[in-house]
């Protein structure tokens, strides 16, 4: 028997798109659970937390795509990654825009978190430990490796961004016209 890959998560829909579960994630989860036999409910924040954090990055690009008129077509969620999936873009600044998303999600609420720990120290003792860890200084190391410029990575097309910014401030060129050379009579 072959194991699917991709699992629909029931009627589960974000900007009118279907959200996917790869088979993988409940597999590790377990198994990360299993071994932190000490202190499953931490594990299990820890877990939860890391993959809301791939949700929120993918949530990202798909708000981003609707805000520029895209077509949302689903957003999977895998144990390392995810992927949301929109209609093509028309222009080539939809695309930039759209990978900036995700990461500007992440950093939105990695800034935010780690201002509230360095306001108030006592915030991330306790049981909110493990989320100050997770979505405030892993989700920040997260974003920062996304934006790298390689392949399968969205600073491949965030970086885009700057001749795209270069080419725009340029100041539009009138076309020449024709002028007819002055002839004396």
Not at 71 to 100: M, Q
Not at 147 to 161: F, N, T
Not at 173 to 182: I, Q
């Amino acid at each position: 028997m072959r194991l699917k890959k991709w699992y629909r998560m029931g009627g589960l829909r974000i900007f009118n798109a279907p959200v996917y579960v790869h088979s993988a994630v409940p597999i590790v989860t377990a198994v990360l659970c299993l071994a932190a036999f000490s202190d499953v409910l931490s594990a299990a924040v820890l877990i939860a937390c890391y993959l809301s954090v791939i949700l929120v990055h993918e949530i990202g690009h798909g708000f981003v795509a609707r805000r520029r008129g895209l077509e949302v077509l689903s957003l999977s969620i895998g144990a390392l990654h995810g992927r949301c999936e929109y209609e093509a873009p028309e222009y080539e600044w939809d695309d930039v825009l759209v990978a900036w998303g995700g990461v500007v999600a992440q950093l939105i609420i990695a800034i935010s978190i780690l201002v509230c720990e360095a306001i108030f120290p006592s915030f991330a003792s306790g049981a909110l430990g493990p989320v100050v860890l997770v979505f405030g200084y892993v989700n920040l190391l997260i974003a920062l490796i996304n934006l790298a410029p390689a392949e399968g990575m969205d600073g491949a097309l965030a970086w885009r961004i700057i001749p795209l910014l270069r080419q725009a401030r340029r100041p539009k060129r009138k076309p020449a016209s024709r002028v007819t050379p002055f002839r004396r009579k």
